[in-house]
C-alpha cells in the first residue's frame, strides 16, 4: 500500500536559517511526489513535483526538494527562511504504476519560523 | 482568472442529516476531485470525477455520493451525517485528472453536531 510519513508534526526556524522539512514515502514502483502548502483558513497550494529527471526539484518561493530513491525520502528545503513560510506543509505520492489518479497526503508539518 | 470556488464556506448540520458540497473548478479544468481533511490530519481521498462520472473512489462509505455537471462542476453528498464526518472537505481541479498539479479550493468547514 502506499503511504507518506511526516516524522516531524513541527518544525521551528529563524528567520534566515535554512529549513528542512521531512518526508518518506513508500510505493510500488516509481512515485511522483509533491509538496503542497496550506494557509490558515485556505486550501492547499502547489509548490513543486518530482516526476522524472533530475532529484534536486525547485519550486514556488524559494523552496526545493530533493528527491533520493535509495532513502525512500523527499525532503522539502530552502536555504533562507521567511517568516512568511509559516504555514503546514503536506507531501503527497501518487504511484506510477497502479494507474491511480488519487494523492495519498502524509499528516502534515507545520513550520514555524520565529523573527 | 477564477481559481477553484467553493460553497459554502462553512456549514453546521446535526447527526443524520444530509448534506450537499458545491465546487466549481478553475477555467479550463474538466476534473475535479474531492478530499476530506479532518482536524490534524492530511487530506483523503473522496473520490474524483470525470467526463461526468464517478473515475475513481476512495475509502469512504456509499454515504458519500457526487456528481458532476455537464459544466464540469461538481457536488459531494453525504446522507446521513455522522459525528465524524466534521472535516474540511476540499475540492481540487486539474485536467483529465493528471495530478501533477491540483488546484484545491478554500474548502467547506462542515461541523455536524
Known amino acids: 500500500a502506499q503511504s507518506v510519513a511526516q516524522p516531524e508534526d513541527q518544525v521551528n526556524v529563524a528567520e534566515g536559517n535554512p529549513l528542512t522539512v521531512k518526508c518518506t514515502y513508500s510505493v510500488s514502483g516509481n512515485p511522483y511526489l509533491f509538496w503542497y502548502v496550506q494557509y490558515p483558513n485556505r486550501g492547499l497550494q502547489f509548490l513543486l513535483k518530482?516526476?522524472?529527471?533530475?532529484?534536486l526539484v525547485k519550486g514556488s518561493y524559494g523552496f526545493e526538494a530533493e528527491f533520493n530513491k535509495s532513502q525512500t525520502s523527499f525532503h522539502l528545503k530552502k536555504p533562507s527562511a521567511l517568516v512568511s513560510d509559516s504555514a503546514l506543509y503536506f507531501c503527497a505520492v501518487r504511484g506510477v504504476m497502479d494507474s491511480s489518479y488519487k494523492l495519498i497526503f502524509g499528516s502534515g508539518t507545520r513550520l514555524l519560523v520565529r523573527p | 482568472d477564477a481559481g477553484v470556488t467553493q460553497s459554502p464556506t462553512h456549514l453546521i448540520k446535526t447527526r443524520g442529516q444530509q448534506v450537499t458540497l458545491r465546487c466549481s473548478p478553475k477555467?479550463?479544468?474538466?476534473?475535479v476531485s474531492w478530499y476530506q481533511q479532518a482536524l490534524g490530519q492530511g487530506p483523503q481521498f473522496i473520490f474524483q470525477?470525470?467526463?461526468?462520472?464517478?473515475?475513481q473512489r476512495g475509502n469512504f462509505p456509499d454515504r458519500f455520493s457526487g456528481h458532476q455537471f455537464p459544466n464540469y462542476s461538481s457536488e459531494l453528498n453525504v446522507n446521513a451525517l455522522l459525528l465524524g464526518d466534521s472535516a474540511l472537505y476540499l475540492c481540487?481541479?486539474?485536467?483529465?485528472?493528471?495530478?501533477?498539479?491540483?488546484?484545491f479550493g478554500s474548502g467547506t468547514q462542515l461541523s455536524v453536531l
Open positions: 477555467s479550463g479544468h474538466d476534473t
Open positions: 470525477y470525470y467526463e461526468e462520472e464517478e473515475r
Open positions: 518530482y516526476i522524472t529527471g533530475d532529484n
Open positions: 481540487a481541479s486539474s485536467y483529465r485528472g493528471y495530478d501533477e498539479k491540483l488546484f
